[in-house]
């Protein structure tokens, strides 16, 4: 995919050897130590689990040669929630990482992993799938942390004449992204602060979409698999269905991040989950009316009733417009206004300034 609102991934490849437990993440925040139960990325069928941060693929204990992939996951400083996935590969010769010019950096068949394991005196029984992404600056999670931190500073009042304008910029470019992967066939799946990430470039900022861990093509059918973050997963995706309109759901919470202001993650888990029943804070219906209103749509519980990427983008550009045009009237009446004032001046023998 090659989108500017879509996180760049430069290649991947295999490392044989004893997997590494070091994770290398921020330290854990309350999103961290929340996911165990209801902020948690997963897949899972009954007890078995997909989560995030570490994978590792395993040789299985007997003679066959089918390969077994586990992922594996752990938090520092919690107790570890660990789940495994297998994917049984065929005997036959593939390529374990393949893709289109530069992108495909590491070929390995089963035949050359099973010549390293056998040559290998300590017979290593694992490898670590690295995938190479763009460097980014920060993440949205980051960002809105710093931002809710700057509610009980003295300049609130700069901070929320600022947040309209750049409200509207993320959310025109996450939508511009979103619109991009639907349109190729893909659903997200995970849309939530920390896979949003920022780059300031020429005094503006670039907002772009990364972890695409969980994304399906449209076509694909899962049946009871629930997947996704759940404190910002669609109803019908923690259900186990394929949806475009999933990722909005998940946008509409993410908006609502954005507008309204948290003290503590606590009290953020707290707001989101009566948003997910439906109950949104009436003070929002004044202080951002329109964004209020747009996050209501967002987070309808039945998939048909909620917008999509082009007529969300559409309304936005539209409003975008007509508030330019109005500020362009504002200013024509200022310019008249002090034109009136200069010949009053003049009028009365008062040079100006």
């Not at 010019?101 to 300590?122: F, V, Y």
């Not at 003290?263 to 009436?282: A, N, Q």
Request: proline share 3%.
């Amino acid at each position: 995919m090659n989108h500017p609102n879509i996180v760049q991934y430069k290649g991947a490849w295999l490392e044989i050897g004893a997997p590494s437990h070091r994770a290398i993440t921020d330290k854990p925040g309350h999103e961290d130590l929340h996911e165990a139960n209801s902020n948690t990325k997963y897949i899972y069928n009954e007890l078995q689990s997909f989560t995030e941060e570490s994978y590792y693929f395993n040789k299985h204990e007997d003679t066959s040669t089918d390969f077994q992939i586990d992922f594996e996951h752990s938090i520092s400083g919690a107790n570890s929630i660990k789940s495994q996935r297998s994917i049984n590969k065929r005997k036959k010769r593939h390529s374990l990482s393949e893709g289109e010019g530069d992108a495909s950096m590491c070929k390995l068949d089963l035949k050359e992993i099973e010549r390293i394991r056998t040559n290998n005196k300590s017979k290593v029984r694992w490898a670590t799938l690295y995938i190479q992404m763009a460097l980014c600056q920060t993440t949205l999670k980051q960002w809105l942390e710093k931002r809710n931190a700057m509610v009980t500073d003295p300049d609130k009042a700069l901070v929320q004449g600022l947040r309209s304008d750049a409200v509207r910029q993320i959310l025109i470019q996450l939508l511009s992204g979103l619109e991009y992967i639907h349109s190729k066939g893909v659903v997200h799946h995970d849309i939530k602060p920390s896979n949003i990430f920022i780059q300031v470039e020429n005094n503006g900022i670039v907002i772009q979409l990364g972890d695409f861990g969980l994304a399906c093509p449209l076509q694909s059918v899962r049946h009871s698999l629930a997947f996704g973050t759940k404190l910002y997963a669609a109803p019908e995706q923690l259900a186990g269905k394929c949806n475009p309109k999933s990722d909005m759901y998940s946008l509409g919470i993410v908006l609502f991040e954005l507008v309204e202001n948290f003290r503590t993650d606590m009290e953020r888990v707290e707001y989101i989950t009566e948003l997910r029943k439906g109950h949104i804070p009436s003070k929002l219906f004044v202080t951002h009316p329109d964004m209020a209103q747009m996050i209501q749509s967002l987070v309808q519980k039945s998939p048909e009733l909620r917008p999509d990427t082009t007529s969300l983008l559409h309304a936005l550009k539209s409003t975008e417009t007509q508030e330019i045009e109005q500020l362009k009237v504002q200013l024509a009446e200022k310019e008249e206004e002090i034109s009136h004032l200069k010949e009053l001046l003049t009028m009365h023998g008062i040079k100006g300034v």
